[in-house]
């Protein structure tokens, strides 16, 4: 039962992220249809700030729904934060291969992105997030296992 909830999840996570590089790919061409680059927050001054306020928002919003559907499959505190974290980092790494898919963005691990706008805009490379989300994607994930193989050993 587990493993289809984790499942589950990580199929919404992985819609989730189609949505969010949907909005990033529409706001992209809006704002910067010459190409995006992006070094500091000074160069998000081109988007007017209610859109910038509405996309932080969004931003609140799907950790939202992420954190809602984590905390409603399981019971226990310490799975509900593991399956978070799995979904988080599902959500963030599917983010990039739509981009990817999308607009053949980024054109290498050392480009510049903004990872989130809240509470300030926070930018860079996009190896970090990358790397960061898939160490604790698999940790998440294995946490996650072991604590079904424990469940089911008693």
Not at 67 to 79: N, P, Q, T, Y
Not at 110 to 121: E, H, N, Q, T
Not at 128 to 137: D, E, K, M, R, T
């Amino acid at each position: 039962m587990k493993t289809k909830k984790i499942i589950t999840l990580a199929v919404y996570a992985l819609a989730m992220a189609l949505v969010e590089a949907a909005v990033v790919v529409y706001l992209r061409e809006l704002y910067y249809p010459k190409g995006f680059f992006i070094q500091t927050a000074a160069d998000l001054q081109i988007i007017p700030w209610k859109i910038l306020r509405v996309e932080m928002w969004r931003e609140a919003a799907t950790i939202v729904m992420l954190a809602a559907v984590s905390f409603l499959a399981f019971d226990r505190l310490k799975e509900k934060l593991w399956v978070f974290i799995f979904a988080f980092s599902l959500w963030d790494i599917g983010y990039y291969l739509f981009l990817y898919t999308f607009l053949r963005w980024p054109p290498s691990l050392g480009a510049i992105d903004v990872y989130f706008l809240i509470p300030w805009p926070w930018i860079g490379s996009v190896w970090f997030p990358i790397l960061l989300f898939s160490a604790l994607g698999i940790i998440s994930f294995w946490q996650l296992l072991k604590s079904h193989y424990y469940e089911s050993q008693s």
